[in-house]
């Protein structure tokens, strides 16, 4: 197994995926020349060349349509926004072309196509380029969303939602593109869609995170151990379709949920998670469920007041003693 | 186009036949001008009759009565309740899509807006697929799930029918896109009405379409009224078709109350398309005889101008240059109107036959891959 960053997982990927299938090509601002904003997309017009590897002008809407349109006849477009923030303005396309051509054609034409790009926070880059949008998209059925919060699981997960017939918004986070792990070195690796992963077994209390904020339910998870308190953290991995039965699973056995996420908590993913919950295991719960979300902010530029708006160890350990009724 | 604010037949004092005259708008073209320009196009249409073979030319006549005829007949559906939600007719525009399908190639694409029927069935869609769709039956094209607004059929590459105004463009922009892509020198046509234009959905996807030499060809059906509003009233620059100088993309202007100018300038088009992969514009004027959709009461129209618009009847007017030029006869016209007559009655036979879809189609074809819960 290599140990390498959720970049180069993710470029892999992309690489692995052009060179498998004809059909699929990239496209998104600076993914080609420049070699990605992020580094994502290094290497690949070099190897694919400018008809699989395309530099679009900033041009969202005209981008993601035209994916869409070209997925609809066969190809199998991988769209980038820069960051997720600019898919906002393709939400047209995405939502009343994507998202509901196969339905209204009553079955005929499919869209074989993945938008992804990395959502929520950053440094410091203020209100407009901070924004976690998963449960915007959640909300479509058509639409499936996918968040990985390691580098096998992006690697897994981009491979799969490229394979996918359907489209997928496959939301990456900044923060994290540094972040090393193991991957299978194995070339045709890849992680179902729509499957949830238990990333520390416990007993006492769940905790479900996603992107960014598994590493930091992690460390809480440690941190609780040493009072005792042994908690389980499950990482959907994929929003929607939610994998519910393994979140379910847990809370039966742990009878407290405490859902960690950078989102705002207003309609949001901790929202659905925490109904769902209780709709399916109302009895095995012994205290509410309790969601430590993003501040209900646009999120601020100095940094004092950027940490603050985040989720920490912190306030998570705290909301699984909550639930669990110590202190 | 000329602005003209008064003539013989519309003064601001005029009411429609519903009441209301909106006091914007200007008379689009003096009578005297449009009288003209019919005789001028007929003449035209008449010298030109000899370049077809006459299966083309009935053809095309075929199919703009059909559809003619099939809009009549949706239309009076509608009013009986028959089909539901919204109901946007071409009446007045069949030369356009007739002209322009009649100009490409079986395997070549169509995507279009939600005033649809009439390129569906210019494009080869069974009549009945369409009205079982308008009914809302499990017969229906889209198997009742779309409705007006989402006809599709992959047999003959029709791409639909979209609700959101100039939402097709950029899809059709990567359908082109694609063709090109797979090395074939299919071409995608993209037809939308002259209040699109004003989307920046089509803006971005003309500069796409000459950025990246995609044979595409965006038709603006000008009928001159997006819903209520007159092109006067929407656009700062009406000359459409030079809009796309801003994008070095290729344009023309285009009668469209001449099914043959469409059919020829939409060949020019498509040649450019096919060997050179280049986008091209085509604006084509044209009138819709009824309101925006079955529930508009078209206030802001007056009867005159509706009327005088009826003279330049794109159906009459090719007719008219058939009769005269002695290229068909009082006997194949009938023949014609009667053979209309009985595919319009049995599709709606069929889409009356049809079953409404059932209950589980809910849930089918939400997704391609469905992935069902693991227990």
């Known amino acids: 197994m290599a140990v390498i960053t959720m970049r180069e997982a993710l470029n892999q990927a992309l690489r692995e995926e052009l060179q498998r299938d004809d059909k699929v090509f990239l496209m998104g601002e600076e993914v080609a020349a420049y070699q990605g904003a992020y580094k994502v997309t290094k290497g690949l017009l070099e190897e694919f060349g400018e008809k699989r590897v395309l530099d679009t002008p900033i041009t969202e809407l005209g981008f993601a349509g035209l994916g869409v349109g070209a997925a609809m006849v066969g190809l199998r477009p991988i769209v980038e926004f820069m960051t997720f923030n600019f898919s906002i303005l393709a939400t047209d396309q995405i939502i009343n072309s994507a998202a509901k051509m196969l339905y209204m054609s009553g079955g005929q034409y499919k869209i074989p196509i993945v938008f992804r790009g990395p959502g929520g926070s950053a440094f410091q880059v203020s209100s407009q380029h901070s924004q976690a949008l998963e449960s915007w998209f959640a909300y479509f059925p058509g639409l499936k969303v996918v968040m990985p919060s390691s580098p096998a699981d992006a690697k897994g997960l981009l491979k799969s939602s490229i394979r996918d017939d359907d489209p997928v918004i496959f939301i990456e986070q900044e923060r994290m593109y540094g972040n090393k792990g193991e991957v299978p070195d194995d070339e045709d690796f890849t992680i179902p869609l729509g499957v949830a992963e238990v990333k520390r077994e416990g007993t006492d209390a769940t905790i479900v995170a996603r992107s960014l904020m598994v590493p930091v339910a992690l460390k809480a998870a440690e941190q609780l151990e040493k009072s005792g308190v042994s908690c389980e953290v499950i990482d959907p991995r994929t929003i929607r379709p939610l994998d519910i039965n393994a979140i379910v699973k847990s809370v039966k056995k742990t009878n407290r949920l405490v859902v960690a996420e950078e989102s705002h908590p207003f309609c949001g993913v901790g929202a659905e998670i925490s109904t769902q919950v209780m709709e399916r295991a109302f009895d095995f719960l012994d205290a509410p469920v309790k969601r430590v979300s993003g501040a209900d902010v646009p999120m601020p530029y100095a940094k004092n007041l950027e940490e603050l708006a985040i989720p920490t160890v912190d306030q998570i350990v705290a909301a699984v003693r909550e639930v669990s009724y110590i202190d | ?375």
Request: hydrophobic residues 35%; contains cysteine; negative net charge.
């Open chain 2, 1 to 375: 186009m000329s602005k003209q604010q008064t003539s013989e037949f519309a003064t601001k004092s005029e009411k429609s036949s519903t009441g209301v005259m909106d006091p914007d708008s200007v008379d689009l073209q003096d009578l005297s001008t449009m009288a003209r320009d019919h005789q001028e196009v007929k003449e035209q249409q008449k010298s030109r009759l000899s370049e077809f073979d006459l299966e083309t030319l009935l053809d095309l006549y075929h199919q703009m009565l059909l559809i003619r005829r099939f809009e009549e007949k949706s239309a009076e559906a509608y009013s009986m309740g028959k089909i539901g939600g919204f109901c946007h007719l071409y009446i007045g525009q069949e030369a356009v899509g007739v002209g322009a399908i009649s100009a490409i190639r079986k395997d070549d694409y169509v995507l279009t807006s939600y005033r649809e029927h009439g390129q569906a069935i210019a494009k080869g869609m069974s009549p009945e697929s369409i009205m079982a769709e308008l009914f809302g039956k499990a017969g229906g094209c889209s198997r009742g799930k779309g409705g007006s607004m989402h006809m599709f059929d992959t047999s003959v590459n029709f791409l639909g029918g979209h609700a959101i105004v100039g939402g097709q463009i950029p899809l059709a922009t990567g359908v082109a896109f694609a063709t090109k892509y797979l090395g074939t020198d299919q071409v995608t046509l993209c037809f939308f009405g002259e209040a699109a234009v004003n989307q920046g959905a089509f803006h971005e996807s003309l500069n796409l379409a000459q950025l990246w030499k995609v044979p595409c060809i965006y038709i603006c059906e000008n009928n001159q009224y997006g819903m209520g509003t007159s092109v006067q009233r929407a656009m700062s620059f009406h000359e459409i078709s030079q809009k796309a100088c801003a994008y070095e993309l290729a344009s023309e202007f285009v009668d469209g109350m001449d099914v043959l100018a469409v059919r020829e300038a939409t060949q020019r088009a498509v040649e450019r398309a096919r060997k050179d992969y280049l986008p091209t514009l085509l604006e084509v004027r044209t009138y819709r005889f009824m309101g925006h959709s079955m529930s508009d009461p078209g206030n802001y129209r007056t009867r005159a101008e509706i009327e005088k618009y009826q003279e330049r009847d794109p159906i009459k007017l090719f007719a008219a240059s058939l009769r005269e030029e002695g290229v068909v006869d009082e006997n194949t016209f009938q023949e014609i109107e009667a053979r209309v007559k009985d595919e319009v009655e049995r599709a709606v036979r069929f889409a009356e036959e049809s079953p409404a879809p059932d209950a589980e189609e809910l849930y089918t074809d939400v997704y391609a891959n469905p992935i069902e819960p693991k227990s």
